[in-house]
């Protein structure tokens, strides 16, 4: 017989501290769609996706009811069109957005992701193609989602795809300036993006992944947040195991899900991503379980130890609750969409700089920050190349997704709706980096020995 | 099949009556029972198994959710896996 205790304890998780699946998002390969007629293309994608995941939804909604757990969101994502229509021409990439657009809505699914190219090391025809239509498909769009890939801790950092990127994402917030340039926030550059990543806007199906495959975002920032509250006045090793023990709860739900819903769908279980993915709802944020763990504002002197424990914390507790882990398997650190970092900068504790600091040790990177719309590109740019910097040297994943936000500036507040929430606009350094951006080439690939 | 009902809530006559006659009603055999109040706070978990239902899970989760906002507490009916999931190694 079950314990009462832990019984009201998952009630509770669930019912005060806002414990749920994030995401079911399933992953389906499109190489088997490629044709040299782009009419043809679309129509055998459209195919391939609503015939694939029909009953995800569904079975999503079933897992919902029977286990009593809210599952948020369900997506999909799929090979990085780059790939599936290496021969197109910019345009044509956008009608591939349209047809990913209309398969995803008639599943009801939340976002689509994978209108993404590759090029660590340098650009297809197909790659360059896409990336010129990223801004137009994102604004003739709702639910696409969009990344590219450029560097790896292998590769280096191709540096004129950073230098592109920043005009791409001017040119995106400019589209959608009439919704606070909304299009960027489903645009993210990345290092070392990982394969098998069910969320959004980075989600994609890797060439190495099965025909298709369900992968798991797990949440609950919330339960942690209120673990340590009860912790209370414990030391760091007690604090450790607390957030261990929760991570492991946590993940078990992840799991379950997870197996049912590819059980029941009938493709492979691919992993569990052991994120703690915060919502701009109260009690369900990151900034929060750093500031009981006790600073008095997430972004002090302090920030970065709290979350570097953090982090491994709940890798550890993870992965033993899981027979698979993946994606990006970290704390999400967004701004808008979580109330206590969108405080914090507020407040003024939280800045860019600090930002970056705690991006070295946790998962994703500069996530959901809105900056001035009239910031130049080659800034923009600058972020990117920084951010990258520290995924390529670190051998892990970054990534940025920042919103230059149109007609607003420093002081001003952005108001993205939603999961997205809202952001105040953060300032950035006045001072030019164009000279450093303009170089173009590549920065080689960091050595990986005398360490240090 | 097994599940657990939990209701929990401010305390008052007739919880229990009401949620086993909603079990009785739809062939929920109930296989046990415990239920604790901490200053004026009940809890009750019920486990019970589902071979004989005679609705879907869903339609039966949704029908006990119903009568406990009635009633003005929380019940909650969830399938006795994701406690094991997280409370057993």
Request: hydrophobic content about 45%; some cysteine.
């Amino acid at each position: 017989m079950l314990n009462t205790t832990d019984i009201l304890e998952t009630i509770k998780m669930i019912r005060e501290d806002n414990l749920d699946v994030r995401t079911i998002t399933m992953g389906i390969s499109l190489f088997d769609c490629i044709s040299d007629d782009i009419t043809r293309l679309g129509e055998k994608i459209y195919d391939k996706i609503t015939r694939s995941a029909k009953d995800l939804v569904r079975v999503a909604e079933d897992i919902e009811a029977r286990y009593g757990i809210p599952i948020v969101n369900k997506r999909i994502s799929v090979t990085p069109i780059s790939l599936v229509g290496a021969g197109l021409t910019p345009d044509g990439f956008v009608r591939l957005a349209k047809v990913l657009q209309r398969a995803a809505g008639e599943l009801g699914v939340n976002f689509i992701g994978g209108f993404s190219a590759l090029v660590q090391k340098g650009a297809t025809v197909g790659a360059t193609n896409l990336i010129e239509a990223i801004p137009q498909a994102l604004t003739e769009t709702e639910i696409v989602c969009s990344s590219v890939n450029v560097a790896s801790t292998k590769a280096g950092i191709n540096m004129d795809a950073v230098g592109k990127m920043g005009e791409i994402i001017k040119q995106t917030a400019y589209n959608t300036r009439d919704k606070d340039s909304i299009g960027c926030a489903k645009l993210v550059v990345f290092a070392n993006i990982p394969e098998d990543n069910p969320f959004m806007a980075g989600a994609m199906h890797g060439i190495g992944e099965p025909d298709q495959v369900i992968n798991v975002g797990v949440s609950g920032p919330g339960v942690v947040a209120a673990a340590i509250r009860k912790a209370g006045n414990c030391s760091f090793s007690v604090l450790a195991d607390t957030i261990k023990k929760i991570a492991f709860k946590i993940t078990r739900v992840g799991q379950l899900v997870a197996a049912e819903a590819a059980s029941k769908i009938g493709v492979p279980y691919g992993i569990v991503d052991l994120s703690l993915a915060p919502t701009p709802a109260a009690g369900d944020s990151v900034a929060e379980i750093l500031e009981n763990m006790g600073l008095e504002r997430c972004g002090t002197h302090g920030t970065t130890a709290a979350l570097a424990m953090l982090n491994d914390a709940v890798k550890k507790g993870g992965v033993m609750a899981s027979s698979h882990v993946g994606g990006l398997s970290g704390a999400f650190i967004p701004v808008s969409e979580d109330r206590g970092m969108i405080d914090a900068v507020k407040a003024g504790t939280l800045s860019l700089e600090k930002l970056e600091a705690m991006t070295a040790v946790c998962s994703v990177g500069l996530d959901m920050i809105a900056i001035p719309g009239d910031t130049p590109a080659t800034t923009i740019s600058g972020i990117i190349a920084d951010e990258i910097a520290i995924g390529v040297a670190n051998t892990k994943t970054t990534a940025v997704r920042v919103i230059p936000v149109w007609g607003k500036g420093e002081g001003d507040v952005a108001e993205f709706g939603g999961l997205l929430g809202y952001a105040p606009i953060m300032p950035l350094k006045k001072e030019s980096c164009s000279e450093f951006i303009k170089r173009g080439g590549r920065i080689p690939a960091p050595i990986h020995s005398l360490k240090n | 099949m097994r599940a657990v009902i939990t209701v929990t809530g401010k305390d008052k006559v007739g919880i229990i009556a009401m949620t086993s006659g909603l079990c009785q009603k739809y062939s929920a055999n109930i296989v046990d029972i415990s239920q604790t109040v901490l200053s004026e706070y009940f809890a009750m978990i019920m486990m019970v198994n589902l071979e004989k239902l005679t609705v879907s899970f869903t339609e039966f989760s949704d029908i006990m959710k119903k009568a406990g906002e009635e009633a003005g507490v929380d019940i909650r009916v969830m399938h006795e896996d994701i406690f094991n999931a997280m409370h057993r190694i």
